[in-house]
């Protein structure tokens, strides 16, 4: 299973940019999967997840700006993220495949992507 996730870059407060994390070896429609982050000197966040019947869950951090999108037919999910912080500035990892936790904020994975660095300009 190789997740690669992708779309990351440098975007102005109050931008948009949209993440992909693209699937190999395992499918997204069955499977639970999660997008995390990591600032610098900080720990892994949990950012949002989807469930295998397309519920989905947000950090209050980035609720209303942040939606999970999926396309099955390139086994890939998005990130769609608007109104972006200097705050959403961090390594942003895609996750798959839930084998542990009781609420979606706690939920842990099997597979992870190689993350992608987003920065957002004041």
């Known amino acids: 299973v190789e997740l690669q996730a992708s779309g990351g870059g440098l975007v102005q407060a109050g931008g948009s940019l949209r993440l992909s994390c693209a699937a190999s070896?395992?499918?997204?429609?069955?499977?639970?999967m999660g997008w995390f982050r990591q600032a610098p000197g900080k720990e892994r966040e949990f950012i949002a997840a989807?469930?295998?019947?397309?519920?989905?869950y947000y950090a209050d951090s980035v609720k209303g700006r942040f939606t999970v999108s999926r396309d099955n037919a390139k086994n890939t999910v998005y990130l769609e993220m608007n109104s972006l912080k200097p705050e959403d500035t961090a390594v942003y990892y895609c996750?798959?495949?839930?084998?542990?936790?009781?609420?979606?904020?706690?939920?842990?994975?099997?597979?992870w992507g190689q993350g992608t660095q987003v920065t957002v300009s004041s």
């Open positions: 989807r469930n295998w019947n397309s519920n989905t």
């Open positions: 070896g395992l499918t997204f429609g069955a499977n639970t």
């Open positions: 996750a798959i495949q839930r084998i542990a936790g009781d609420l979606p904020s706690t939920w842990q994975y099997r597979y």
